[in-house]
């Protein structure tokens, strides 16, 4: 609607420059009955279904400190929508309107949970992923100084270097055996509480099996190559790609 006000339409870009590229983001899109509401972050990942998504050994739905919706929905999108209308300009000389709304951007983070759900009529929590927390293979498990690992090893080869390098190798048969679960899951859980983060990591330096710690935003961005440099006194993370 305010751009209509001030004449920076689609019809109107369209009509006295055909070969812009225009882009848009909004919270609702630009057509319907939501498309003059205001909304922020929290809004659209509520309304998507992602804030009650993730809601694994807690009552209520944790409040997100990423812009999921703002970044991952609406930034990202608009940047994949540019390029694709560039290639198009460069075949057809014609511009284009990319109408973003963060709302249905934000769906799409849901591939997964909304392909069980429409495709084989799952619940999407029904806990028969080895991704949804119920597995050892693929968890966070607290360490003694109340810092994190990750493990992530899906495949068989990575649990099985996992299972060995603990002690334990009679788990690596038992990697999807939902059964087994709780019970490995809890022994694994009391060994990891036996040593710090960084004790552990060092143990496995020299298995590649998918393990790492789980770092606060200061470890990371001192972490090797997180930033592009110093320029000018300005230090920024380094973007996800380079020239």
Known sequence: ATARK????????????PRLIHCSI???????PDADR?????NFVAETGLLSYDVTGRTAPALPRMFIADVGGGAMSGVIGILAALVARGRTGDGAFIDIS??????????LPAARLLVRGVSPDAPDLPTDGSFAC????ECADGKWIALGALEQKFWAGFC???GHPEWAARQYDAAAQPGILAEARALMR??????????????DICLSPVRDPAEALAAAGALLGDAGGIRMPRPPFLP
Not at 26 to 32: F, H, P, R, S, V
Not at 138 to 141: A, E, P, R, T
């Open 6 to 17: 001030v004449g920076v339409d689609r019809d109107a870009i369209r009509a006295s420059h």
């Open 26 to 32: 909004t919270g609702y899109g630009q057509e319907g």
């Open 38 to 42: 205001a909304g922020h972050d929290l």
């Open 102 to 111: 963060m709302h249905h951007a934000s769906l799409y983070w849901l591939m």
């Open 138 to 141: 693929y968890n966070v498990y």
């Open 164 to 166: 060995e390098r603990i």
């Open 194 to 207: 036996a040593r710090t983060r960084d004790t552990w990591v060092e143990a496995f330096l020299d298995l």
